[in-house]
C-alpha cells in the first residue's frame, strides 16, 4: 500500500498536524490508538475501497515530539482534528477509531455531529464503571500490557505488531515512542478514563457500529451495550476469539463487518 | 564536605515473603493487611530520634523526604518532620541544616502551600532551611496524587517559579499561569533567608534535571541506591554537561545519597547489616519500572538518553535485585559497610572521583533497628565524619548554596 504523509499546519495550537494517506474513494477519517500511529492491516483494508486519512495524535509519529505540551485540554485536542478536517477539505466523513482513538472518534462527533457521517468504534474507552473498571494500562509492564490487548495472540497483525527490531539503537527509538505515545495521548484520559464523554454521546447522530471483542481485558465488552445506550443510532457486534484489538485477532471476521457497514 | 543525615522512615518490619506476595513496595502493598499505626508512631519516633542524634554529634544537617503509600518511606509531608527538627534543633542551639529534599510542589496544590511551609521551617530555624525541590517520582505524584504525567515536569518549573516570586515579590501579584491561577498573592510568613533559601534540586539521572540545575547555577543531588562506582556514569555526564554550560567544577554544585553502615570491624559490620541491606534492596525496592515512571513522565530526551546510553544499572528493581545477597551488594559498593577506616576511605575516594561537595548518608536502612542505628550514626560521627568534613574545605571552593547562617563553621573554618 502506498501510504504518503500529508503535512497540515493547524492554526489551533500552532500544531503542525502529520497525517498518513492512502487509497481511493470516498474519505474515512482514522484515529489511532494510545500505543501510538501505525499503518496495518485494518488500514489496509479500509484504504481499499476508501481514501484514508490517519494523523498523528500530537506528540506521536511524525509530529514534533514536544508538540504535546502546547495541546493543553481535550478541547483542544478535539478542536485541532475539527480543523484537520478543515485542512483537508472534508465537510462530511466517515470516522473510526480504536481504544483511545475511539473516544477521540466520540468526542469529535460529539463536537461537530453534522461533520460525522458515519462512526466506527473499536472497543472504545472513555467511559467507566465501578463494576467493571478500565483497566489502567499506562502502569503495566510490556509483558502484562501484551497479555491485557491480546486474547488471540496467533493472529499474524497481533504477530507482526509483537516484532521487536534487533538492532539496539532502533529497539531503544521504537520503546522510546510507544512510552511517550502512552504519555501524550494519557495527558487526556489519566488518571481515570473518564472526562464526562457519557453526558454528551447524545449529541451524536451518525449512524454508529460499535465492535468489540468478546474477551476484552483491558475494557470490557459489557461497556458495548453502554456506548449504543447513549448513543442514539448505533449497533453492536462482540467478536468472539478477541480481546482489545479485534481488528487483528479477528481481522477477516472484522474486515467486512466494517466494509459493509461504511458502504 | 558537607554531611547531612539523611532519613526516610521506612516500615522496619515486613513478611519474609513480601516481596512474592506483593507486585510493588509502593501503592500495592496494603495498608489493612501490613500497616499498624501503634507501630507507625514508634518508627516516626525513632527516625526524629535517629536524625536528632546525628545532629548533636556533629552533622552539617538532617534530612527528610516525601513519599506516599507505601512500605519504603512515608513521610507524607516531610515538612511536618522538619518542623520538629527545626524545633529541637533551635532549642538545643545546634547548628545544622534542615534539609528538605523535598516536598513535591508538582504534587502540591496549590504549590504556595509549598512556599509557605518552607518559610515556616526556615522562620523556625532561624534560617537554616535547604529548600529541596524534587520533582517526585512518577509512582506518588502520578498514581497516588493522580498528576498527569505528561504534566508533571511542567508543573513542576511553573511551581518553582510562582514559588520564588511567593517568597520575594514586595507587591501583590496575581499569578496566571499554565497550570496554576492565583488571584492575589501576598505570602505569609517568608523565609529569613534573602532573597531566599538555598535551593537543591534531587534527580534520579535525567539529563533535563542535570540542565535545568546548570542553567540556573542550581546544586544537584543524585539519588541512587547502586552506590559510587555505579554514578561514575551518571556524575560524569553531569559534569561534561556542566563545562557545556559554562559551569564550574565547583564540588558544591553536587550532592550523592550513600547508604552506610559502620561497625568496629570489616567482618562485623558484614554480619550485622546483612539482613537489613537485603530487606532494603528486596522489599523496599520491589517497584516495577512502569510503576515508578508512568509514560510521559521522563521527557522523551531523557528516555532515550537513558535507553541508548546503558548509563543505569537496573532497568527493573523489582525483579533484578533479587538474586543479589548482601555480601553482593557490599562488593558492588551499593552500601558502603565496615569498620570506619574501611567507610572513611570509601566514602573520601567516591566523593573525589564524583567530586561530590555535599554526602548524604542513610544510616538507618530496611529493617535496621533503632538502636543499631543509633551506634552506626555514633560510629560514624566519631571515625568518619570529620575526614569528610576536612575534603574541599571552603575557603578553597564556595559554598554558596549552604544556608548562610551556617557557613561560618565550615572545616576550615572554626570547626
Known sequence: ?????????????????????????PPVLYL??????GWDVFLDALAGEHTVYAPDHPGTGDTAREAIHDVDTLWDLVLIYDEILDALGLTS??????????????????????????LVLLDPIGL????????PYMLLSPERLVATLFSNLDAAPVQEFLKVPSDPKEFAVKTADTIWSLGCTGKFVWPIPDKGLRRRLHRITASTLIVWGRDDALISSVYAQDFADLIANARVEIIEGAGHVPQWEQFDRVRPLVLDFLR | MRVTSFHFMPYRELPADFAERYPSSFVEAPWWELGDADKVGQYYSWSLDELMHAARLGFDGVGTNEHHQNVYGFMCNPNLFGAVTA??????????????????????????????EYAVLDCLSGGRLIAGLPLGLGVDANVSYGITPIEQRGRWREAIELMLKAWT???????????????????WPRPVQQPHPPLLVPGAASSSTWDYCHDRDLPYAYLSYFGGRSAEAVMDRFWDRAEAKGRDRNPYRASFLQLVGVAETDEQAEVQYAKHLEFFYHNLLH??????APPGQSDYRSMLNLFTSN???????????????????????FAVVGSPATVRDQLTGMARRLNVGHLMPVLQFGSMPHEMAMRNIELFAAGVLPSLQRLFPEDEFENRWWPKRLTKTAAGGSR
Open chain 1, 93 to 118: 466523513v466517515a470516522v473510526a477509531g480504536s481504544s483511545y482513538g475511539g473516544m477521540m472518534a466520540c468526542e469529535l462527533a460529539a463536537h461537530r455531529p453534522e461533520r460525522v457521517s458515519r
Open chain 2, 87 to 116: 524545633k529541637m534543633t533551635r532549642d538545643e542551639g545546634l547548628d545544622v541544616a534542615i534539609l528538605q529534599l523535598g516536598a513535591t510542589v508538582a504534587a502540591t496544590s496549590p504549590p504556595i502551600r509549598i512556599a509557605e
Open chain 2, 311 to 333: 548509563m543505569l544499572e537496573f532497568s527493573d528493581m523489582s525483579t533484578e535485585l533479587k538474586p543479589l545477597r548482601a555480601r553482593d551488594m557490599i562488593q558492588r559498593g
Open chain 1, 1 to 25: 500500500m502506498n501510504v504518503t504523509v500529508e503535512t497540515l499546519p493547524i492554526a489551533h495550537c500552532g500544531f503542525e498536524a502529520k497525517v498518513k494517506v492512502a487509497g481511493s474513494g
Open chain 1, 128 to 135: 467507566w464503571r465501578d463494576d467493571a473498571p478500565v483497566t
Open chain 1, 32 to 37: 489511532h490508538s494510545a500505543g501510538g500511529p
Open chain 2, 169 to 187: 515579590a514586595k507587591e501583590f501579584f496575581a499569578w496566571n499561569g499554565k497550570y496554576y491561577q492565583l488571584p492575589r498573592v501576598n505570602l
Open chain 2, 287 to 292: 517497584v516495577p519500572p512502569g510503576l515508578l
